[in-house]
Every structure is written in structure tokens, then in C-alpha cells.
């Protein structure tokens, strides 16, 4: 009887003509998205965050180089207007390694239903066992805006009215000294509107132009109310003081609350009046 030689080749050939051909596996790692969503109220423009988390189902690493991740958000339905993409990239991964991060100033352009969709290893270049399962899709409710308008600029009081305030005690220059005595101003609104309310004081300096330390009548509380002046009305207020200086000259003028009141004709609420207490 002959005998036939086993070789490898004929092991081979006799294990095929069975149907018992070995298969041969490779590892791979296998890289999948397993959440993702935004934070928060999305937004339209780019103040949104997104959160996501990338396992590596596979048995081996991922290699050296940075995972890229992907980010597309866009309007559902409509995944070629208004796209925008973000990218960005996270370290190589272990078998069975899982990594959160966050990305953020993603952008949304327009309200609505919009697409999010996350794509890691989107140039294919890590090995993987399936590369059909690298995507992740979310939806987000885009309402508001990213932008904070700029303040509005309250539009200016009393536009229209015009203040003008007119000593009627002391009518002329001079003051009796010495004595109890109750100055008095007019203030007529000489505008096509109404004025705002206001507080005013009457000072009084020892000089005549009315500068540097002053003093005022009737004490620091002597304040008084104007309430607000229609058009072409006018109101009068009153500054009693308990004593007038002997004698010597003085310069009045008005103080106001608030401090910057201001209405169309600045030049005539706030007169001087130049008198000789005798």
C-alpha cells in the first residue's frame, strides 16, 4: 500500500474538501457615540453647548493619533441649508474606554426644529470592525437668540417743555435785613408739553456771582415740590427764612432734584439774582 505524504497543503486541501476552512478574525476598535444633546434652551447663533460621550466597543486601541469628531446642526429636514460644522478632536481610546466632553459656540441659525447630528472618525481614518455606526442624531427646539440687543436709550424727559423761572420776592435788588422774610419763584413752563415733576432749593453766596461756598435758605431741608407744569401753566414755590442778614450783598440762584434737569431752554431755569440785604 502506498502512503501518501501529509503536508500542510494537503492537510489543508482535505480540511476544505470537509467545509471546515478557518476563518481568520482581526481586533479592531469599534468607536460609537452613545449621548448626546444641548445644554440648556438652544438658541439661535453661537452661544450653545453641546454635551456628547464616545465609547470604544472594540478589543483593541484606537492608534496615536486624535479622534475627530464632527458636529452638524441644521434645520430638520433640510440637512444642506443652513449647515454649519464644527470640529474638534479628543485623545485615542482604549478598548472599552469612554470619554465625555463638552463642545461648545455651536451655532444655530435659524428657530425651529433643528438636526444635530455627531459624527467621530469622520475621516475614517481609525481601522474599525463597523464603520456604519459612527453617527448619532438629536433633535433640539431652537428658540430666542444668542445676541442681547444693546440697551434702549430711554428717549430724553421733557422734550417740549421749557422751565423758566422768574424771582417774584425780592422783586427788585433790595432785601430787608435783619428780619423774617419769604423769597418766592415762579416757574412757568413756556413749551409745547408738559414738564416733570421736580424738587428745587434757593442757595444763597456771599458774593455776587454766585460761586464757591453757599448756603442755604431756610436750612438743608428747605426743599420744595413743583409738581409737573402743563403747557403754558405755571407754580410757585416758597423759601421762608427766620432771619435775613443785617446787611451786606448776596447772590441767589436755584439748585435742582435731580441734579441734571434739563428740559429744550436750559439757559433760563436756573437764574441768579444779585441783592442788598439793609
Not at 500500500?1 to 501529509?6: A, E, K, N, S, V
Not at 485623545?91 to 467621530?120: H, N, R, W, Y
Request: glycine share 8%.
Amino acid at each position: 500500500m502506498t502512503r501518501i505524504p501529509r503536508t500542510p497543503a494537503l492537510i489543508v486541501a482535505l480540511v476544505a474538501g470537509l467545509g471546515l476552512v478557518p476563518t481568520t478574525s482581526f481586533a479592531a476598535a469599534d468607536l460609537q457615540i452613545t449621548a448626546m444633546s444641548v445644554q440648556g434652551q438652544a438658541k439661535v447663533g453661537t452661544c450653545n453647548t453641546v454635551s456628547m460621550t464616545v465609547r470604544n466597543f472594540g478589543d483593541t486601541f484606537t492608534g496615536n493619533a486624535t479622534l475627530d469628531i464632527a458636529l452638524i446642526t441644521y434645520p430638520s429636514g433640510t440637512p444642506n441649508l443652513n449647515r454649519v460644522t464644527k470640529n474638534l478632536f479628543i485623545s485615542p481610546m482604549q478598548p472599552g474606554a469612554q470619554t465625555s466632553f463638552t463642545i461648545s459656540d455651536v451655532e444655530f441659525k435659524v428657530a425651529g426644529t433643528a438636526t444635530i447630528q455627531g459624527l467621530v472618525d469622520s475621516t475614517q481614518e481609525t481601522p474599525e470592525s463597523n464603520e456604519n455606526n459612527n453617527s448619532r442624531l438629536a433633535t433640539a427646539n431652537v428658540s430666542g437668540n444668542c445676541y442681547t440687543p444693546p440697551p434702549t436709550t430711554p428717549p430724553p424727559t421733557n422734550q417740549g417743555c421749557d422751565i423758566e423761572a422768574t424771582f417774584l420776592q425780592p422783586s427788585g435788588s433790595s432785601v430787608p435785613g435783619g428780619t423774617s422774610y419769604t423769597y418766592q419763584v415762579r416757574f412757568t413752563n413756556q413749551g409745547t408739553a408738559s414738564c416733570d415733576a421736580f424738587k428745587v432749593k434757593l442757595m444763597r453766596y456771599n458774593n455776587t456771582y454766585c460761586g464757591g461756598y453757599g448756603s442755604q435758605v431756610g436750612g438743608s431741608r428747605n426743599w420744595q415740590a413743583v409738581p409737573s407744569v402743563g403747557r403754558n401753566q405755571s407754580h410757585t414755590a416758597s423759601f421762608p427764612q427766620a432771619k435775613t442778614p443785617k446787611k451786606g450783598k448776596a447772590c441767589l440762584s436755584l439748585g435742582y432734584s435731580p441734579n441734571n434737569y434739563s428740559d429744550a431752554n436750559n439757559a433760563n431755569h436756573r437764574p441768579k439774582k444779585v441783592v442788598t440785604y439793609q
